[in-house]
């Protein structure tokens, strides 16, 4: 039974509209839910549209795993500029023609941003540096320089090219690109790498997130639908967890042990994925992973 006063347990999938940030998402779902204990895995730049997973209640515990998963992205890239902040919100820091950069020099450039690579993230990230945002420094006129850290690029693919001349007469190239990478990859960042091999400079025009893990823009609800109707378009925790992970159905006993943090003898699923754990009635127990040959719980929901 649910305490009086607080709201849903579960995901709501938000196609986020351009212009606003992901903090006001979660306050606008905040008001709907009727709590405050929501919060959202993987942070949309105001620029960028498309799926935002925001958890109520019990399922904020789930964002931290969710946030691990490959996500998906639709993008333009615009070769020719540098701006400040990587994308089209920043000023134009150098321009430099485009017009001779040919299609080999594009593939062989995104080949060389594709697999398991070092990312500098964009000086305006949300990063944190000494317990401030790298963003907030960069506006504080402060030099920042990040550290590259390790991400994978598992598909850098252009859809279409488009050769533009700008206002100022500039010939600039767009780029229209899906990207599936891993957590933590900074979409600007691959914008502005891009451009600089290939010696003219880039930075990202638009973004639109279209998967999260298991969840697509087609399960995606945009705000003036929730607005109609919020209730009917929260997805229940455990549908939500068995959308995302790896199911293991458990007898009685073993969901007593689970339930009491009793390590038990894992599925022997092979897998470094969390597990997402059913009692018998089929309510969604716990988190689990498997750790030498037993179940280490990781959450618990009951």
Same mark, same amino acid.
């Given at each position: 039974?649910?305490?009086?006063?607080?709201?849903?347990?579960?995901?709501?999938?938000?196609?986020?509209?351009?212009?606003?940030?992901?903090?006001?998402?979660?306050?606008?779902?905040?008001?709907?839910?009727?709590?405050?204990?929501?919060?959202?895995?993987?942070?949309?730049?105001?620029?960028? $549209?498309?799926?935002?997973?925001? =958890?109520?209640?019990?399922?904020?515990?789930?964002?931290?795993?969710?946030?691990?998963?490959?996500?998906?992205?639709?993008?333009?890239?615009?070769? =020719?500029?540098?701006?400040?902040?990587?994308?089209?919100?920043?000023?134009?820091?150098?321009?430099?023609?485009?017009?001779?950069? $040919?299609?080999?020099?594009?593939?062989?450039?995104?080949?060389?941003?594709?697999?398991?690579?070092?990312?500098?993230?964009?000086?305006?990230?949300?990063?944190?540096?000494?317990?401030?945002?790298?963003?907030?420094?960069?506006?504080?006129?402060?030099?920042?320089?990040?550290?590259?850290?390790?991400?994978?690029?598992?598909?850098?693919?252009?859809?279409?090219?488009?050769?533009?001349?700008? @206002?100022?007469? $500039?010939?600039?190239?767009?780029?229209?690109?899906?990207?599936?990478?891993?957590?933590?990859?900074?979409?600007?960042?691959?914008?502005?790498?891009?451009?600089?091999?290939?010696?003219?400079? =880039?930075?990202?025009?638009?973004?639109?997130?279209?998967?999260?893990?298991?969840?697509?823009? !087609?399960?995606?609800?945009?705000?003036? @639908?929730?607005?109609?109707?919020?209730? !009917?378009?929260?997805?229940?925790?455990?549908?939500?967890?068995?959308?995302?992970?790896?199911?293991? !159905?458990?007898?009685?006993?073993?969901?007593?042990?689970?339930?009491? =943090?009793?390590?038990?003898?894992?599925?022997?699923?092979?897998?470094?994925?969390?597990?997402?754990?059913?009692?018998?009635?089929?309510?969604?127990?716990?988190?689990?992973?498997?750790?030498?040959?037993?179940?280490?719980?990781?959450?618990?929901?009951?």
């Amino acid at each position: 039974m649910k305490r009086k006063g607080t709201g849903p347990d579960g995901l709501v999938i938000v196609d986020k509209p351009a212009g606003i940030t992901s903090h006001t998402v979660v306050a606008r779902i905040r008001r709907l839910a009727g709590t405050r204990k929501v919060g959202h895995a993987g942070t949309l730049d105001p620029m960028a $549209t498309g799926v935002l997973v925001v =958890g109520s209640e019990k399922a904020t515990r789930l964002l931290g795993h969710l946030a691990l998963t490959t996500k998906t992205y639709e993008a333009t890239i615009r070769l =020719g500029q540098t701006t400040v902040t990587d994308d089209a919100e920043g000023e134009v820091t150098a321009v430099t023609s485009a017009q001779g950069v $040919t299609d080999e020099a594009i593939a062989a450039g995104v080949a060389k941003l594709t697999g398991d690579i070092e990312q500098v993230p964009s000086s305006v990230s949300a990063i944190k540096i000494d317990g401030k945002r790298s963003y907030a420094r960069v506006r504080e006129g402060e030099e920042v320089e990040l550290a590259a850290r390790p991400v994978t690029v598992s598909r850098f693919e252009v859809h279409a090219r488009r050769d533009v001349v700008t @206002e100022d007469g $500039t010939p600039v190239v767009d780029l229209d690109v899906t990207v599936d990478c891993s957590s933590g990859t900074y979409i600007r960042a691959l914008a502005r790498d891009l451009g600089a091999d290939l010696g003219v400079g =880039g930075h990202l025009t638009a973004l639109r997130r279209t998967r999260v893990g298991a969840y697509g823009l !087609d399960v995606a609800h945009t705000l003036e @639908e929730l607005e109609e109707s919020f209730a !009917d378009n929260v997805l229940p925790i455990a549908d939500a967890a068995a959308a995302a992970f790896p199911r293991w !159905d458990v007898n009685e006993q073993q969901a007593r042990l689970l339930a009491t =943090g009793v390590r038990i003898d894992a599925p022997g699923m092979g897998v470094s994925d969390p597990i997402a754990v059913f009692d018998p009635d089929g309510r969604f127990l716990a988190l689990i992973e498997e750790r030498g040959g037993k179940a280490k719980s990781l959450a618990v929901f009951v």
